[in-house]
């Protein structure tokens, strides 16, 4: 085998005409390591900006991943405060039912950092999905606040929440038990997010209704 027995159309891809070859850079390090992809595709694009590869594709489709998630999640809630703000009517009851999920969101950041938990291509597209499951959690609260209840965790709504809490989560843990590394990983952020939207809800919203009540009064 000699580069001249290499066919045409194969050796192209290596050694141009006009004598230019095809240069092939390895990182230092582990790839699957964001410190080392980005570290290693900077060092690239600051000797050469028409830099192609593997580490370019990687880093340019999670900041379009991340670009899209931040649009849904934005669009998310802008359309729910709407949808909210037609059915309550008033500005403050909105805050209550959007300030747990902002709470809930919060905390699975941060529990994603402990556990830790990674996000992928293939979970992070799931947790928009959480926006609507925390509202319909948190909106059950206020209208039964606004129907005069004033104990919201000894309420059959509160019963209801948990059960259907627990059965979302069943159908969550069934995707954590998958053998696909990227639907078993959705399965366990959503097992977190929903945990997180239930704590929020039946922890932080009962903590400000008492205390509207007794304003109003």
């Not at 000699?2 to 159309?9: A, L, N």
């Not at 998630?69 to 909105?94: E, G, K, P, Q, Y």
């Amino acid at each position: 085998m000699t580069i001249e027995s290499i066919p045409q159309d194969i050796a192209r891809d290596y050694v141009l005409p006009d004598g230019r070859a095809l240069l092939k850079i390895l990182p230092k390090g582990r790839m699957s390591d964001n410190k080392v992809l980005y570290r290693f595709l900077n060092d690239l694009l600051s000797v050469d900006k028409n830099t192609a590869g593997t580490a370019l594709e990687v880093v340019a489709s999670a900041h379009t991943m991340v670009h899209a998630f931040s649009t849904a999640a934005v669009s998310a809630l802008v359309m729910i405060a709407i949808i909210l703000f037609v059915a309550l009517r008033r500005l403050l009851d909105v805050l209550l039912v959007l300030a747990p999920l902002l709470l809930s969101a919060l905390l699975t950041v941060i529990l994603i950092v402990v556990v830790p938990e990674t996000l992928n291509f293939a979970n992070i597209i799931a947790l928009p999905l959480l926006l609507g499951v925390g509202v319909s959690f948190n909106i059950y609260f206020v209208m039964n606040w606004r129907a005069g209840i004033k104990s919201p965790l000894t309420s059959p709504t509160a019963r209801a929440v948990l059960f259907s809490a627990l059965t979302t989560g069943t159908a969550f843990g069934s995707l954590a038990a998958s053998q696909h590394p990227g639907t078993a990983s959705m399965g366990r952020l959503l097992l977190m997010s929903l945990a997180c939207t239930l704590l929020a809800t039946l922890t932080f919203i009962p903590a400000l209704l008492p205390k509207r009540r007794i304003d109003d009064e």
